[in-house]
Nanobody, 125 residues
Framework: QLHLVESGGGLVQPGGSLRLSCAAS????????IGWFRQAPGKEREGVSC????????NYADSVKGRFTISRDNAKNTVNLQMNSLKSEDTAVYYC??????????????????WGQGTQVTVSS
């Protein structure tokens, strides 16, 4: 079973940046597509971005295109989400999730098998 742990969340002012990390253990993360999701108060969890197992394909929700960048370091079993130009509407708990396969389905992993516990991102002045 792949175990995922998010880190890097915190409080940031509008226009600022944060870098989230998703560390995998229990298996080789390079076998799986990894996605980032977020859930704001009163809203359903939504997909944010996905990266294929090789890192060769990346996809983003329209709301974050041009501001967020997903990347992976397979040697370290880590997937990162660089978040720039943050807005108040980006405030949410951010989760990473691993698919059971190598590919993304749009901007979420295909057939999700594992979830992290989440990390809080708050964008406020």
């Amino acid at each position: 079973q792949l175990h995922l742990v998010e880190s890097g969340g915190g409080l940031v002012q509008p226009g600022g940046s944060l870098r989230l990390s998703c560390a995998a253990s229990g298996d080789a993360s390079n076998y799986y597509a990894i996605g980032w999701f977020r859930q704001a108060p009163g809203k359903e969890r939504e997909g944010v971005s996905c990266i294929s197992s090789s890192g060769g394909r990346t996809n983003y929700a329209d709301s974050v295109k041009g501001r967020f960048t997903i990347s992976r370091d397979n040697a370290k079993n880590t997937v990162n989400l660089q978040m720039n130009s943050l807005k108040s509407e980006d405030t949410a708990v951010y989760y990473c999730a691993a698919g059971r396969g190598a590919v993304c389905s749009g901007y979420v992993p295909w057939n999700i098998g594992s979830w992290g516990q989440g990390t809080q991102v708050t964008v406020s002045s």
